[in-house]
């Protein structure tokens, strides 16, 4: 079994979410100052955090089972995603409620943005999984 943080699709949707941050972190740079740039970065780094803790939780899941029975996916990705969803609520409290001169509009694009490129996982390929 090969851990899920070693897979080829959550390396490249972890890579395009950071990707996808500094490029909205720069132009909110631009558009906000330093205050817009922090603000979209730390957005999209719930993100990004919210993904490697999926990922963990997943391979923690699935334990070392080279091919794990349908019921063991299921439970594995269902509780992978609650702690995706509270590491998200847990970002989210822990900005909003520490960085008192965030840029609302940079800090949720950025958010938004880096959630759409997560789901984007599903369309990228695994070439091992392919062989197998």
Same mark, same amino acid.
């Given at each position: 079994m $090969?851990?899920?943080?070693k897979?080829?699709?959550?390396?490249?949707?972890l890579? =395009?979410?950071v990707?996808a941050t500094?490029?909205?972190a /720069? +132009?909110?740079? !631009?558009?906000?100052g330093?205050?817009? /740039?922090a603000?979209a970065?730390? *957005? *999209?780094? %719930?993100n990004v955090?919210a993904?490697? %803790?999926?990922a963990? !939780?997943l391979g &923690? *899941? &699935?334990g070392g089972? =080279?091919?794990p029975d349908v019921g063991?996916?299921?439970?594995?990705?269902?509780?992978a995603?609650?702690?995706? $969803?509270l590491?998200?609520v847990g *970002?989210?409290? @822990?900005?909003l409620s520490?960085y008192? #001169? $965030? +840029?609302?509009?940079?800090?949720f694009?950025?958010? +938004?943005?880096?959630?759409?490129? @997560?789901?984007m996982?599903?369309f990228v390929?695994d070439e =091992?999984? #392919?062989? #197998?």
């Amino acid at each position: 079994m $090969i851990p899920p943080l070693k897979t080829k699709p959550i390396r490249t949707v972890l890579k =395009r979410q950071v990707i996808a941050t500094a490029c909205i972190a /720069a +132009v909110a740079g !631009l558009w906000a100052g330093g205050h817009g /740039a922090a603000s979209a970065l730390l *957005g *999209g780094l %719930v993100n990004v955090a919210a993904g490697v %803790v999926y990922a963990w !939780l997943l391979g &923690l *899941g &699935l334990g070392g089972a =080279r091919m794990p029975d349908v019921g063991a996916s299921l439970v594995a990705m269902f509780r992978a995603e609650a702690g995706k $969803i509270l590491a998200i609520v847990g *970002g989210l409290w @822990f900005v909003l409620s520490t960085y008192k #001169d $965030i +840029v609302p509009a940079a800090f949720f694009a950025a958010f +938004v943005i880096t959630v759409v490129v @997560f789901s984007m996982a599903f369309f990228v390929r695994d070439e =091992r999984a #392919d062989r #197998d």
